[in-house]
T-cell receptor, first 113, second 113 residues
Framework: NAGVTQTPKFQVLKTGQSMTLQCAQD?????MYWYRQDPGMGLRLIYY???????DKGEVPNGYNVSRLNKREFSLRLESAAPSQTSVYFC????????????FGPGTRLLVL | KQEVTQIPAALSVPEGENLVLNCSFT??????LQWFRQDPGKGLTSLLL?????REQTSGRLNASLDKSSGRSTLYIAASQPGDSATYLC????????????FGSGTQLTVLP
């Protein structure tokens, strides 16, 4: 039981390049989330998916797109990376209307030059 | 808009001390409140979840309380150990936004041997 897994662990991009961050969970959760964590600002929600086939914007969605590929997988895409997107990105699953806890992946550290 | 504040931003204590971490939120209409632990370079681990109808939750040496009317929560750690050194994050789910966790920026705890 791996929980929430993320790939890659670390990535360096040049401004304007694109990339997709991958996330998978094996806990059969309906809800999945993408957060970014910046120094001194806590975690902020980028996008979430309440169930397979649905996605909604969070607090900071600009510059990102997401895909809920199936119940297990939720990917985050940066179409044209900017230095302001340098951050640590966390995927999570669980939570939802039942009010259960969210389970977090280990994070992806992204540096945009 | 819900805002979550954690004070202090950093705390250093000698081993064995009992300590309290504070969390405050601006909108008392919350669904639940969670405390997480984050080790350096790692993801978040859920410690305690308090539903809005509850006043406190306990797990081992940890006790979290919730006072919705005053918009406050505390995390009490008894008999602190060096292994407790980590960043502790408080997060709330606001009513009407059942899936969106709003995080505080955390308290970095160092327990000195």
């Amino acid at each position: 039981n791996a929980g929430v897994t993320q790939t890659p662990k670390f990535q360096v991009l040049k401004t304007g390049q694109s990339m997709t961050l991958q996330c998978a969970q094996d806990m059969n959760h309906n809800s999945m989330y993408w957060y970014r964590q910046d120094p001194g600002m806590g975690l902020r929600l980028i996008y979430y998916s309440a169930s397979e086939g649905t996605t909604d914007k969070g607090e900071v969605p600009n510059g990102y797109n997401v895909s809920r590929l199936n119940k297990r997988e939720f990917s985050l895409r940066l179409e044209s990376a900017a230095p302001s997107q340098t951050s640590v990105y966390f995927c999570a699953s669980g939570g939802g209307l039942a009010g259960e806890t969210q389970y977090f992946g280990p994070g992806t550290r992204l540096l945009v030059l | 808009k819900q805002e979550v504040t954690q004070i202090p931003a950093a705390l250093s204590v000698p081993e064995g001390e009992n300590l309290v971490l504070n969390c405050s939120f601006t909108d008392s209409a919350i669904y639940n409140l969670q405390w997480f632990r984050q080790d350096p370079g790692k993801g978040l681990t859920s410690l305690l979840l308090i539903q809005s109808s509850q006043r406190e939750q306990t797990s081992g040496r940890l006790n979290a309380s919730l006072d919705k009317s005053s918009g406050r929560s505390t995390l009490y750690i008894a008999a602190s150990q060096p292994g407790d050194s980590a960043t502790y994050l408080c997060a709330v789910i606001s009513s009407g936004s059942a899936r969106q966790l709003t995080f505080g920026s955390g308290t970095q705890l160092t327990v000195l041997p």
